[in-house]
């Protein structure tokens, strides 16, 4: 299958390239795989409706660090990010199953603390934690959560399926789960340098609660399915906006033009962004893990979703061959490039 003899780096793909170049040689077997690889979950159908099944590992190094993540939010975002993804599909997470590799470096009394927000998400969005995996680690902390959940045939809602002319809508606000992380990051740096120092988080609560403790948007599923609107594609932004809008357009085969005068920032947010010396549209559009929902629905809706305060209406879908714009304030027309998520670099 991959008889190559030549050594390519990792690094060369990105986690995209990799996965496209994976999932080439994948064939499914069985008729009711209704979506595989490609999307925020795995479409299967059980007859009745369609069920889900999503994946999400976080690696200490990589996703966390505990000099900052007390264990409780950890447990409790990666139970998030999870059912995140199931709503992104326009459906509800109902099972999860959880697997844990550790090193000797943790005690009963630290996994203990993971498990209280693990099932304080649990508790909250009603989901029931059915089984998992423990095993050891030679270094650090692995914590795997696989999701399962449920959608109404006609309500489930792709990457694909954008037209052209559809709106495109973000939830919440964007940009502030980054700028949390960047005033923890900060603030590790000058406890390494002065350990008696102590945090100055004042005034940062908000963003500090983005990064650590997400919240996934299930309200604005019931919301939409209440409005009797199905959204034509749904992403959920984990990665952040520029590159969540690569791929409704990619999938969808349409092109986007964004205004970044309707990038739903939070004041606070922007305030320490420019505190920071960070460009707020850029903090909105490339930082990521704000777990908030980007869909498109068809213009017909818009009287409708314009009145949701929740919702923002950023921009619309035009052909593909218009690629992929932002318009600024100064009304200056630039390209939108995708960030991505480099792991491997
Ligand atoms: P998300 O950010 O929504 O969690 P990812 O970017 O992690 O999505 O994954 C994109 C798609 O690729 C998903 O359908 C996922 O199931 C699939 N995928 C990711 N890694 C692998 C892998 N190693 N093998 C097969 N499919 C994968
Ligand atoms: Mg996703």
Redesign the pocket.
Known sequence: MFENSARTELSELG??A??DH??KN?KTFNSNTI????????VIDNGQTYNLL???MMVEGAHFDLTYTPLKHLGYKAVV?NI??IA?MNGKATHIVVSLAMSNRFSLEAIEDLYVGILAACNLYKVDLIGGDTTSSSKGLIINIACYGEVAKEKVTYRSGCKEGDLLVVTGDLGSAYLGLHILEREKRIFLEKPDFKPDLEGNDYIIQRQLKPEARVDIVEILNGLNIVPSSM??I??GLSSEIQ?LAKQSNVGFTIYEDKLPIDPIAYQRAIDLGIDPTVAALNGGEDYELLFTVSQDHYEVLKKELDLSIIGHAVAEHEGLHLISKSNNKHKLTAQG?NNFS
């Open positions: 986690e995209f990799l996965i994976l999932s994948v979506k595989g690889i490609g999307d925020d979950a795995a999503s994946t999400d990010s995140s993804d992104a992403i959920d984990s990665d791929h998520w």
